[in-house]
């Protein structure tokens, strides 16, 4: 049980265009949900914390503008970056949580790569 | 700011030996503390977790150890395989920024490398 899945696993796309990835909770309700971004050999960094029917908190310096969230479900948040480029390469992941709290289960993960 | 931290990024250890993995946090607040493992190109597994009114608690294989005073957390992991490599984190409930209070704090990691 608690599994979350992400899609794509991995995207390519030119520099100036936008791409969305959804994050899934398989056989659970979340109400919450949360975006990670994780650099090459460094630590997960939380992005934003996602709820379901309401706005996204954005961590300071995530723009929130740029990462759009959107939790219209309480098995479904995407992501999407804007305009996205190279330096938005990185390994995004999410997690999503039970209803009534409790431990974090993370997605596989998915690459970015903007060229 | 406050974070949490990895005494040691990288941990050797002979299979069949036991690992322990240590970790520092300086967020006194914090009373959630969560052990992940992840391998190359995939998301964070939950391994084990321990809340503030705790200091031990075990699983198959892996112990979790709290020490409130000091503010440390260790994994200590029994008998290692192969399958043990990766890299661990160690992870608490601490205070975001942008009010995300449930968000997790993850310290920088341990690559464990399980040697034959």
């Known amino acids: 049980g608690a599994v979350v899945s992400q899609h794509p696993s991995w995207v390519i796309c030119k520099s100036g265009t936008s791409v969305k990835i959804e994050c899934r909770s398989l056989d659970f309700q979340a109400t919450t949900m949360f975006w990670y971004r994780q650099f090459p050999k460094q630590s997960l960094m939380l992005m934003a914390t996602?709820?379901?029917?309401?706005?996204?908190?954005?961590e300071q310096g995530v723009e929130k503008d740029k990462f759009l969230i959107n939790h219209a479900s309480l098995t479904l948040s995407t992501l999407t970056v804007t305009s996205a480029h190279p330096e938005d390469s990185s390994f995004y992941i999410c997690s999503a949580r039970l209803s009534g709290g409790g431990t974090q289960y993370f997605g596989p993960g998915t690459r970015l790569l903007v060229l | 700011g406050e974070s949490v931290g990895l005494h040691l990024p990288t941990l050797s250890v002979q299979e069949g030996d036991n690992s322990i993995i240590n970790c520092a946090y300086s967020?006194?607040?914090?009373?959630?503390f969560i052990w992940y493992k992840q391998e190359s190109g995939k998301g964070p597994q939950f391994i084990i977790d321990?809340?503030?009114?705790?200091d031990k608690r075990q699983g198959q294989r892996v112990t979790v150890l709290l020490n409130k005073t000091v503010k440390h957390l260790s994994l200590q992991i029994a008998a290692t395989q192969p399958g043990d490599s990766a890299v661990y984190f160690c992870a608490e409930n601490g205070r975001y920024s942008g009010g995300g209070a449930d968000g997790l704090t993850f310290g920088k990691g341990t690559h464990l490398i399980i040697q034959p």
């Open positions: 321990i809340r503030s009114n705790m």
């Open positions: 996602s709820n379901e029917g309401s706005k996204a908190t954005y």
């Open positions: 967020n006194s607040a914090s009373d959630y």
